[in-house]
């Protein structure tokens, strides 16, 4: 017997309902790449909560597809590792990994299959000191080699090294999926969303590539590009104290990153633009910044203090914020991204015509908090529940349900592997919930549940009263008997499709049509809007503006953080009375409501900009850091190749000497 990750809380699966799922944005296309263990973490975080809060393509389909948001993970390691699943036998898990994966086409790998050896070799992996550049006409195979005296240090370039060998198979991966989401679509929206830590190997190594090849692409597309670039806490976070050499190795390899990033993001004023040669002939004129906006995301409180959990924090909250633009809105042209990107460019840009300071002060970065309604949760524990009750009567319903089926030996027999896997499924869910209950909440995590089961299970015992759990079965059965539904019998996500419709038409649709508003006057015992709305603003709202704060230190002695810009908003569940609860808010701050058609959740979410990456509080200590190795350029670019400046060792501090306050 197995476990279908589809169904199991455990692998963040579980049953969905398409009437609690709000519809997508409409002709856009949303590119999502994710650069090393960071970004592809970011995207498969994104992927699953796409999955589970968003209407697919065709609700009615056997498996959810949507076509119009695609997603790329780019790494070093092979398919399955990226993936984060293990090979399927019979159409079926074996031994699942996780749920939140990406599917074959959407990993490009850069593995190497000469550089194999060498990447599994637990001696460190090395570029030799005089090979100082990484321009693709002049790259050798040759000139690696392995040194046990450093460590990592070089994983920068060598990682990108790997990227410029393939770099014209990567532009073909572009070209051909940009291609495929677009179908069906006049003149779209184009948005491709590139996350990456600045301190790791893969992604701090080739973000810059990565986005100038994208600009290249959609020169006539016109689309846009939108960066969220990780700084060193949120990785060092996840990093135990003990592990100094990978510890002093992430303030090393971001800084060098940071640099790079603000020197292009000024390219064309630093008098610095310049072609690079790309494998397969491509020349590609670096002369703009690599992306349009570039979100910065730290883990640190704005007070200096460490996020416990900033790495599931920062993933979330950006997960999160791509959620809401792409959920449809109302009016399609109220608070989306075409709606914010002309205002972002004129602040930013009237940011630079006042400042004072040689620098780039378009940067941003995001703020959020949210809490959800666990639709999820309350659905798989009605259907788990009818299975625990009828655990010991399994066997012989089966039996006596087939017993004058005209149905063949194997497919008997597939239909009851099938059966104990669901059995499996729900009471593994059972145990999940129940660890949960005894879960403390923790005021730092991102999520914040607006109702929990345990709160709402008077409702639910309510629910599984009105079924007869054998019925259940046996209806489940007929249907899995169907003749439309035989094939699926090896396939999860078809057992998870008929689940899904089973539960939603069959045995629970009164619960399934529940409203956001029903569950929170369940929970606050009122039918009054008001009442509702005052406990809401009282024990939820307060608490998500104060989660919302900014995890963004400045430094004092470098920023005044009054000189930064910024915006909110509040989006709450369509026709709800925390609609009440949300104008206090408005009220007394500058937040904005946007007409979202959100069902299961309120989120805050804002964003800060105008202000130099010199200004993150952190960066004189990961400068320090930088500057007392030999070693400390690690850049891309040291001392040859095609670029005006191409000592890249000597790109300035990021914070700028006009900055610099005398103590």
């Not at 409702?459 to 079965?473: D, F, I, M, T, W």
Request: charged share 30%; glycine share 6%; net charge negative.
């Amino acid at each position: 017997m197995a476990i279908y990750p589809r169904l199991s809380l455990r692998y963040g699966g579980g049953i969905l309902s398409h009437k609690q799922q709000a519809e997508q944005e409409e002709n856009t296309v949303n590119i999502l790449i994710g650069l090393g263990g960071t970004g592809i973490d970011c995207i498969k975080t994104i992927k699953a909560a796409v999955r589970e809060r968003l209407l697919p393509d065709d609700p009615e389909a056997a498996a959810p597809e949507y076509s119009h948001i695609r997603f790329l993970g780019v790494d070093i390691l092979g398919v399955e590792q990226i993936s984060g699943k293990k090979k399927r036998k019979s159409g079926r898990w074996g031994s699942p990994e996780k749920m939140d994966v990406l599917e074959e086409e959407e990993i490009f790998s850069l593995w190497e299959p000469h550089l194999r050896q060498l990447l599994n070799s637990p001696r460190a992996i090395v570029l030799r000191p005089e090979l100082r550049w990484l321009n693709y006409r002049e790259l050798r195979d040759d000139s690696l080699d392995t040194d046990d005296s450093l460590i990592y240090y070089r994983c920068r370039q060598l990682n990108r090294l790997c990227f410029m060998k393939r770099s014209d198979k990567f532009a073909d991966k572009l070209e051909l999926m940009l291609e495929e989401a677009g179908k069906g679509l006049e003149k779209p929206d184009i948005r491709v969303h590139v996350f990456t830590s600045l301190s790791g190997a893969t992604g701090a190594g080739i973000f810059l590539d990565v986005c100038y090849i994208l600009r290249e692409i959609l020169k006539e597309r016109h689309g846009v590009i939108l960066g969220y670039f990780f700084l060193p806490d949120v990785n060092l976070s996840r990093i135990s104290l003990e592990n100094r050499l990978m510890r002093e190795h992430i303030p090393v390899a971001a800084y060098a990153a940071m640099k790079e990033l603000n020197y292009c993001m000024r390219i064309h004023e630093n008098g610095g633009a310049f072609t690079q040669t790309y494998k397969g002939g491509r020349k590609i004129p670096w002369t703009e910044p690599p992306v349009n906006f570039p979100f910065v995301i730290a883990g640190t409180r704005e007070d200096g203090a460490p996020l416990p959990n900033a790495y599931e924090y920062a993933i979330n909250l950006v997960s999160e914020y791509i959620l809401f633009h792409l959920t449809k809105r109302k009016n399609r042209h109220c608070y989306d991204l075409n709606c914010y990107m002309p205002q972002w460019s004129m602040n930013m840009t009237a940011c630079e015509q006042s400042c004072e300071i040689g620098a780039c002060v378009r940067y941003m970065t995001l703020v959020g908090a949210s809490a959800r309604l666990p639709y999820r949760e309350m659905n798989t524990w009605l259907m788990a529940e009818v299975f625990q009750k009828i655990s010991g009567k399994i066997g012989e319903l089966f039996n006596k349900t087939l017993k004058d089926k005209k149905i063949g030996g194997e497919d008997r027999e597939r239909l009851w592997e099938v059966l104990g896997n669901l059995q499996e499924t729900f009471l593994d869910n059972l145990k999940i919930l129940e660890e949960e209950e005894k879960k403390l909440p923790k005021e730092e995590e991102f999520f914040y549940d607006l109702i929990t089961v345990e709160e709402i299970k008077p409702e639910l015992e309510k629910e599984l009263a009105k079924v007869q759990p054998e019925e259940v079965l046996v209806k489940l059965l007929e249907r899995l008997l169907q003749e439309e539904n035989r094939e699926a019998l090896e396939d999860e996500e078809r057992i998870a499709g008929i689940l899904n419709r089973f539960f939603t038409e069959e045995i629970f649709p009164e619960f399934t049509d529940w409203s956001a508003e029903n569950f929170l006057r369940k929970k606050y015992k009122s039918e009054y809007s008001e009442v509702v709305g005052d406990e809401l603003y009282e024990k939820v709202m307060k608490r998500l503006v104060k989660n919302s704060a900014p995890f963004f230190p400045f430094n004092p002695q470098v920023w005044d953080k009054s000189k930064v810009g910024g915006g909110g908003t509040i989006a709450v569940p369509e026709s709800t009375s925390a609609l009440i609860a949300a104008e206090k808010i408005y009220s007394e701050s500058a937040w904005y409501q946007p007409e979202v058609r959100m069902k299961d959740r309120i989120l805050i979410w804002g964003y800060r900009y105008g202000f130099p990456l010199g200004a993150y509080l952190k960066c004189p200590e990961y400068e320090k850091t930088y500057y007392s190795h030999w070693f400390a350029g690690l850049h891309s670019y040291e001392g040859r190749g095609e670029c005006p400046f191409n000592d890249w060792r000597k790109l300035p501090s990021l914070i700028p000497l006009s900055c610099r306050k005398i103590r």
